[in-house]
Nanobody, 122 residues
Framework: QLVESGGGLVKPGGSLRLSCAGSGVSLEWYSIGWFRQAPGKDREGVPCISGFDDRTYYRGPVQGRFTISIDKAKNTVYMQMDNLNPEGAGDYYC?????????????????WGRGTLVTVSA
């Protein structure tokens, strides 16, 4: 299973670091992605990391503001979010798919966490 943590309330322009801890899955054999679900909107993929070779993949406007990383010793993936704006608010889920590379496609992920809420408000 995957367990997210690190969500909370942050002011616009602020930062948060989300964590995704693996239990019973060795993340180095998975590609792990973060997905955001904002109220009334479709779930969207944010960044993805290949646990096998640490390669990272970013989509959309988060590039340059969000950074995904993995600590294999802790079996945990992190997402550092900087310069958050209100559009960055929502429930954030991490998910893993067996394999390597840029394969973080929502419908094909094997394991999902329960999510952590990020609120961006002054």
């Amino acid at each position: 299973q995957l367990v997210e943590s690190g969500g909370g309330l942050v002011k616009p322009g602020g930062s948060l670091r989300l964590s995704c801890a693996g239990s019973g899955v060795s993340l180095e054999w998975y590609s792990i992605g973060w997905f955001r679900q904002a109220p009334g909107k479709d779930r969207e993929g944010v960044p993805c990391i290949s646990g096998f070779d640490d390669r990272t993949y970013y989509r959309g406007p988060v590039q340059g503001r969000f950074t995904i990383s993995i600590d294999k010793a802790k079996n945990t993936v992190y997402m550092q979010m900087d310069n958050l704006n209100p559009e960055g608010a929502g429930d954030y889920y991490c998910a893993a798919r067996g394999g390597s590379g840029d394969i973080c496609n929502g419908p094909y992920m094997d394991v999902w966490g329960r999510g952590t809420l990020v609120t961006v408000s002054a």
